[in-house]
């Protein structure tokens, strides 16, 4: 099919994405049922291919990688039927988490991408994990909670900063070169690239101060902080339905959100989004361009002007307005932030895309391995 990667691409991503422990089969379209390494599986259709780790649980059903639609599927059998669903991006090379499954699925899955624990991570996937898993709020292991939940988060405030900082570079490009010429000397497209992003983070086309401080990443720990407090750790209802981590309000009568309880006549909805992603744009885009923000921003062009890295305790003093519990609002912000090291994802940094699939064991895996299971 035009513009999707090949079988062989496939094949390399699957064997890095699983490990050196995994045992890759090609799939034939003839219905057929296969049984390796304690683990059975059906072939299931032309263009797929199966990979059976050989340490998985007898209990835990493979993975399945396939050439096309949420080709990635774990499945906790028979106790937990959830099922969880992944596939590439072929333009992004991001691993795209359409179903979560379980929080036994999504942390296997996290942990063969080297990322089993958050705390020091520097290194994180990308991994866009559309929902948190259903049965998250009420799992035993606090401790297991918060990291699963961590780890869902932080690739996707990572990837939100890094589409604001690509905003934000072009718009410095622009700069340079414009000098002290009017804006009406640029090119036509990037006058309407400057009237497209001004419009969207409310500022005039040609005020390009403005226009830096807030085209800019949000703070890491801040973020994260407000994303545990907001979803109480991806637990609260707003999170679980309407994939909402950070309590947006609207007033439309026609915007999609869910009704509060327990609030008497409640003139608003917590906003809900397709995806997590949704979510954690969106919440930037607020603190980028609100009023009632503009201390944050203007305490993050210092820091950037100073060369000083965005301190999150800090910066939460400047988001007294963001919730009406006001300075106890920012108090529990700053305790989440010291509780968690929340400081130390400042430091985080996105892997190149290609670390996804590591390509080392690949050719081993779809040669003997393969071989052998289709003789038997």
């Known amino acids: 099919m035009a513009g999707q990667p090949s079988l062989k691409t496939w094949s390399r991503f699957a064997a890095g994405l699983l490990g050196s422990a995994l045992i890759g089969v090609a799939l034939s379209a003839t219905p057929a049922t296969a049984d390796f390494a304690g683990v059975s599986a059906a072939r299931l259709g032309t263009a797929k291919l199966k990979y059976l ?12 990688i396939a050439t096309r639609k949420a080709p990635l599927v774990l499945d906790d059998v028979p106790r ?21 499954g379980s929080v036994r699925a999504l942390d296997r899955l ?82 309407r690239w400057l009237q497209n992003l001004a419009e969207t983070y409310r500022a005039e086309p040609g005020d390009l101060e403005a226009l830096k401080r807030r085209v800019d990443a949000v703070p890491v720990g801040l973020a994260m902080a407000q994303a545990i407090e907001e979803s109480g750790w991806g637990s609260s209802r707003f999170t679980r339905l309407g994939n909402a981590h950070f309590g947006q309000r609207v007033w439309s009568k026609t915007a999609d959100g869910l009704v ?8 608003f909805k917590v906003r809900s989004f397709a995806s997590l992603a949704g979510s954690v744009r969106a919440y930037a885009l607020n603190l980028n361009r609100h009023p009632s923000y503009a201390a944050l921003r203007e305490a993050r062009a210092a820091a950037r002007a100073a060369d000083r890295p965005l301190d999150a305790a800090s910066l939460a003093t400047t988001l007294a307005d963001y919730s009406e519990r006001g300075q106890d609002y920012v108090t529990r912000l700053q305790t989440l932030i010291a509780q968690n090291d929340l400081q130390a994802f400042e430091a ?9 699939a590591t390509l080392a064991t690949a050719a081993d895996l779809l040669g003997a391995q393969r071989n052998a299971l289709l003789a038997r």
């Open 348 to 356: 985080a940094k996105l892997r190149p895309v290609e670390a996804v």
């Open 110 to 191: 996290l942990a063969s991408l080297d990322y089993a624990t958050p705390r020091g991570h520097r290194s994180v996937p990308p991994v866009a994990i559309s929902a948190v898993p259903s049965d998250l709020g009420g799992h035993p292991d606090t401790a297991e909670r918060k990291s699963l939940f961590i780890r869902t988060v932080l690739p996707l405030v990572l990837k939100v900063n890094q589409e604001i900082l690509r905003e934000r570079q072009k718009l410095l490009r622009i700069e340079r070169r414009l000098g002290e010429r009017l804006a009406d000397s640029l090119p036509a497209s990037e006058r």
């Open 53 to 64: 780790p050989a340490s998985l649980p007898p209990d835990v059903a493979a993975p399945v």
């Open 260 to 267: 509060p309880t327990g609030v008497e006549d409640p003139d």
């Open 80 to 100: 937990k039927p959830r099922r969880l669903t992944a596939e590439l991006e072929a333009e992004s090379g991001w691993l795209l988490v359409h179903q979560p």
